[in-house]
């Protein structure tokens, strides 16, 4: 959210403290500054932006009409990361990515990562719970803890329609910890046995198929700003093949978080679009008496195209 700003008068020098009325003042003026003028432009129930600058940051969900409504209670809405990456999404044979399967990773066992107490990551207990949940819904047996090795993701990448990760992100890039590869080099291991990095992603090794990535991980929308968006982890799967990745734009609650997936899933499975799935799955936080605040639901973008998945459910 934007902070009060200080604003400087160029005609005397002087300064201007503008002070918003409400916590919910930074959406509005969010929403007049970057939609309100191509708003009746828009036909449809569906938005698609192309944002510039940080703006690929922005929590587009949450921006407040003028009939103080979110965005995603008129609109669903996803992103595009630039105009040629829409016309590549657009270009793509329509048999390339794969229609079935799922590989689900959660709380990957780390505690070999660090041996300096101060830097030792902690284990998740709600990433664990989160693609447990999902695994009952899909009929799917996700890697967890040691079995999480970024050896067996990548062995398991380029052969499923939908990847799911809920694991550590690092803060600058979105860039995930899995579980050390059980063969390699050193005793400890290195960054190159458990990081899995952007360079990863786009290596030649691997050919993403996959419709969806969910990246289920704290900042994995994070990257650097560049003129055609965020070049991060996210931007990396895109630039593989992936069709389309889930990401979140800050730190999200566990508890949330849960409560979001089952909902995007449930709704996913019943043949929904991503978008609807996303924009069913806030509603859902929205209407909740324990997640109805903006920091709880407002964090899910979806980038890319909106993909529909066969997945197979739980009776």
Not at 77 to 101: E, F, N, V
Not at 109 to 133: C, F, M, Y
Not at 241 to 265: I, M, N, Q
Request: proline share 4%; net charge negative.
């Amino acid at each position: 959210m934007l902070r009060d700003e200080t604003l400087t008068n160029e005609n005397n020098g002087q300064t201007q403290y503008h002070h918003f009325q409400s916590q919910d003042d930074p959406l509005r003026l969010l929403y007049e500054v970057s939609i309100s003028p191509v708003a009746a432009l828009v036909n449809g129930d569906e938005l698609v932006i192309v944002p510039e600058g940080p703006l690929c940051l922005a929590p587009y969900a949450a921006f407040i009409d003028s009939n103080l409504k979110h965005l995603c209670e008129c609109f669903r809405i996803r992103m595009i990361p630039s105009l040629s990456s829409l016309k590549l999404i657009a270009d793509c044979p329509a048999d390339y990515h794969m229609g079935t399967g799922a590989l689900l990773v959660g709380d990957p066992w780390v505690q070999e990562i660090s041996k300096k107490k101060k830097n030792r990551l902690e284990q998740l207990p709600g990433a664990r719970e989160e693609v447990e949940t999902i695994g009952k819904i899909l009929q799917t047996t996700p890697l967890i803890g040691t079995e999480a090795t970024k050896e067996e993701v990548f062995k398991r990448l380029s052969n499923v329609s939908l990847v799911h990760i809920a694991a550590h992100g690092r803060m600058e890039t979105g860039e995930i910890a899995l579980a050390p590869n059980l063969t390699r080099e050193t005793q400890v291991p290195k960054e190159k046995d458990y990081m899995l990095t952007m360079r990863d992603v786009l290596s030649t090794g691997i050919q993403l198929r996959a419709r969806l990535v969910v990246l289920s991980c704290c900042h994995s929308g994070r990257g650097d700003i560049k003129a055609e968006g965020v070049v991060g982890i996210a931007r990396a799967f895109l630039g593989a093949g992936a069709r389309s990745v889930l990401v979140t734009l800050w730190a999200v609650d566990d508890k949330a978080t849960l409560e979001f997936v089952k909902s995007f899933y449930q709704h996913l499975v019943s043949g929904r679009t991503a978008s609807e799935a996303v924009n069913q799955a806030m509603k859902c936080l929205r209407e909740s008496d324990e997640f109805c605040e903006v920091k709880y639901w407002a964090p899910f973008v979806l980038i890319g195209d909106d993909v529909t998945l066969h997945l197979s459910t739980s009776k």
